[in-house]
């Protein structure tokens, strides 16, 4: 059983987890080379748990003490308790689900190991919003996709903002990170996967004419939004495809675009 313990000290060491929340840059740095992500929310907390992922810390308001009581019995990691003028102070925003979790890292897979037991993968280039980090994860958790490839400058998908739009998807789907770029593609190649450059380019073949659910190992690339996928990048796919569009537009937000390509990948598969 934890122990529960009352904060009335924004500079109490021991909330040093929780500290300047909003501070992306800082939170970049300090996560990863900490061992350390936050899981904000009742739901997300309790999916991070249910995937293994080891507790440090719990932050409540003093009235999300009862509705997380089963996780507090079960967990020995502290909790502690402040009101929510303090857990501003020191996260730096109104904390509304009332409930933090500093959650500790696992070590990333190798991409190969990913490679061995997917059929239906995710590639992304240089996607380093958060919130389409977060959104493109709940997506290829929703429609099936096995597995997510990033590219070394991809945003984290443990950043507190991924975790939360995604509501804890991005514990759902396996990732890794690439060494190189585009040159870690060459193990995707060998895994025998046919790479799709996602694009609204004219001169791509529209995604249901390229069908593929019809192929036994697909990996769908996606590029950062505005910019979509550098011409190295596809270069290195064997065709580019498009989403075809009506009503003169031109292009999807990434997420949205995401979630469409997922479904054409992954049609006709039966779902777990």
Same mark, same amino acid.
């Given at each position: 059983?934890?122990?529960?313990?009352?904060?009335?000290?924004?500079?109490?060491?021991?909330?040093?987890?929780?500290?300047?929340?909003?501070?992306?840059?800082?939170?970049?740095?300090?996560?990863?080379?900490?061992?350390?992500?936050?899981?904000?929310?009742?739901?997300?907390?309790?999916?991070?748990?249910?995937?293994?992922?080891?507790?440090?810390?719990?932050?409540?308001?003093?009235?999300?003490?009862?509705?997380?009581?089963?996780?507090?019995?079960?967990?020995?990691?502290? !909790?502690?308790?402040?009101?929510?003028?303090?857990?501003?102070?020191?996260?730096?925003? =109104?904390?509304?689900?009332?409930?933090?979790?500093?959650?500790?890292?696992?070590?990333?897979?190798?991409?190969?190991?990913?490679?061995?037991?997917?059929?239906?993968?995710?590639?992304?280039?240089?996607?380093?919003? =958060?919130?389409?980090?977060?959104?493109?994860?709940?997506?290829?958790?929703?429609?099936?996709?096995?597995?997510?490839?990033?590219?070394?400058?991809?945003?984290?998908?443990?950043?507190?903002?991924?975790?939360?739009?995604?509501?804890?998807?991005?514990?759902?789907?396996?990732?890794?990170?690439?060494?190189?770029?585009?040159?870690?593609?060459?193990?995707?190649?060998?895994?025998?996967?046919?790479?799709?450059?996602?694009?609204?380019?004219?001169?791509?073949?529209?995604?249901?004419?390229?069908?593929?659910?019809?192929?036994?190992?697909?990996?769908?690339?996606?590029?950062?939004?505005?910019?979509?996928?550098?011409?190295?990048?596809?270069?290195?796919?064997?065709?580019? !495809?498009?989403?075809?569009?009506?009503?003169?537009?031109?292009?999807?937000?990434?997420?949205?675009?995401?979630?469409?390509?997922?479904?054409?990948?992954?049609?006709?598969?039966?779902?777990?």
């Amino acid at each position: 059983m934890a122990e529960i313990i009352t904060i009335d000290d924004p500079g109490d060491p021991r909330l040093h987890d929780y500290t300047g929340l909003t501070d992306v840059e800082l939170r970049r740095r300090r996560e990863p080379a900490e061992g350390l992500f936050i899981a904000e929310g009742e739901k997300v907390i309790r999916r991070a748990r249910q995937a293994g992922y080891a507790m440090r810390s719990m932050l409540l308001s003093a009235k999300w003490v009862d509705a997380m009581r089963d996780v507090i019995d079960e967990d020995p990691a502290p !909790v502690y308790v402040v009101d929510p003028e303090l857990a501003e102070r020191v996260t730096g925003y =109104h904390v509304h689900r009332g409930a933090l979790a500093s959650m500790r890292r696992e070590p990333l897979p190798e991409a190969p190991q990913l490679l061995a037991a997917a059929r239906r993968v995710v590639v992304m280039e240089s996607v380093n919003d =958060h919130t389409n980090i977060g959104a493109i994860f709940r997506s290829a958790a929703a429609l099936g996709m096995d597995a997510v490839l990033l590219s070394p400058d991809c945003a984290d998908p443990l950043y507190r903002r991924s975790v939360k739009v995604s509501m804890g998807a991005v514990f759902s789907v396996p990732y890794a990170r690439l060494g190189t770029w585009p040159h870690g593609l060459e193990a995707v190649r060998e895994a025998g996967f046919r790479l799709l450059a996602l694009t609204p380019g004219e001169g791509a073949t529209p995604i249901d004419e390229a069908a593929p659910h019809r192929l036994d190992r697909v990996a769908l690339m996606l590029g950062a939004e505005g910019d979509g996928l550098t011409e190295r990048a596809m270069r290195a796919a064997h065709e580019r !495809v498009r989403i075809p569009m009506a009503h003169g537009v031109d292009s999807l937000n990434v997420g949205a675009a995401a979630a469409v390509a997922f479904y054409a990948v992954t049609a006709g598969r039966p779902q777990p």
